[in-house]
C-alpha cells in the first residue's frame, strides 16, 4: 500500500508514539495512505434523524415517518512542521488530502471511481464491519476474498490500517489554510508554511445497519 507518513518527522514522532495521535486516511479508488499527527483543533459527530411528516386534519400532531438517520463528522487539525523538510512533506501530504475530493478519471476522462475515503483515528473513528473479538482479545476480520469466498485473518497491530478498519464516506468542505502568523520557511522562490490549518466534513456510509440492538460501542469501534 503506497504510504505517506507525516508522523515520522523527528520534531513529532515522539508525540504521536506516546499518544496514538494518528489521524489515517486512505483513498479508496488508489488505495494510498495518509498518515497525520493528530494536532486536533475541532472534532465533532452528528447523527440526524430524518422524519417525513404529514399534516392531517383533526390531529394535533402530524403523521411521522422515520426516514433514516445521516452520520457526519467536523475535523479540524493543525499540521506543524520544525525543519524546512518537514514542511515540505507537510505541503506533499496536503496536496495528496486535497487530491481525495476528486474522483478516478480513465483514460479517456470518462469518471471511473468516486473520491470515497476510509478514516480511522484511534477508537473514535473506526468500523466494525466484520470485526470479531474472542475471550483472549485477539481480534480478527472476516471478509469476502477476491473469488467471492468468505476469508478469517487475525488483525495484528501492523495490520490495523484504514483498508481493515477505516470508516466508509466521503470528504467534502475542505479548507486548506497557512498560518500567516507563525511565518514561512523559504528556499529559492518558494514557500513553505511552519503550520497548516486544515479542516473538512466527513460524511459516513453505513456499511453495516445500526440499530438499537447493536452490539459492542457503536459508534466507537469497539
Known amino acids: 500500500m503506497p504510504t505517506l507518513n507525516l508522523s515520522d518527522g523527528k520534531t513529532i ?36 434523524a430524518n422524519w417525513n411528516t404529514e399534516d392531517v386534519f383533526g390531529r394535533m ?33 496536503c496536496s495528496e488530502l ?11 476522462d470518462i469518471l471511473a471511481k468516486p473520491p470515497l475515503v476510509r478514516i480511522q483515528f484511534a477508537n473514535l473513528i473506526k468500523s466494525d464491519i466484520g470485526i470479531d473479538h474472542d475471550e483472549d482479545g485477539e481480534v480478527s476480520r472476516n471478509f469476502i476474498n477476491d473469488a467471492g469466498e ?33 511565518g514561512m520557511f523559504t528556499t529559492g522562490n518558494e514557500l513553505y508554511p511552519k503550520v497548516v490549518s486544515l479542516s473538512f466534513s466527513f460524511n459516513v456510509l453505513h456499511e453495516k445497519t445500526p440499530s438499537q440492538k447493536s452490539t459492542g460501542m457503536f459508534p466507537f469501534g469497539g
Open 13 to 48: 514522532s515522539g508525540y504521536v508514539g506516546a499518544t496514538n495521535a494518528q489521524l489515517q486516511i486512505m483513498s479508496v479508488p488508489t488505495q494510498f495512505l495518509l498518515m497525520f499527527p493528530a494536532f486536533l483543533t475541532d472534532f465533532s459527530q452528528t447523527f440526524d
Open 61 to 93: 400532531d402530524p403523521i411521522a415517518t422515520y426516514q433514516g438517520t445521516k452520520r457526519t463528522m467536523s475535523l479540524g487539525f493543525d499540521l506543524p512542521a520544525g525543519s524546512l523538510e518537514e514542511a515540505k512533506t507537510n505541503l506533499k501530504g
Open 98 to 108: 486535497i487530491k481525495m475530493v476528486y474522483p478516478v478519471y480513465n483514460n479517456q
Open 150 to 182: 468468505r476469508e478469517f485473518e487475525i488483525i495484528d497491530n501492523e495490520k490495523a490500517t484504514p483498508k481493515t478498519f477505516g470508516l466508509l464516506g466521503w470528504i467534502s468542505g475542505l479548507s486548506w489554510k497557512p498560518n500567516l502568523e507563525m
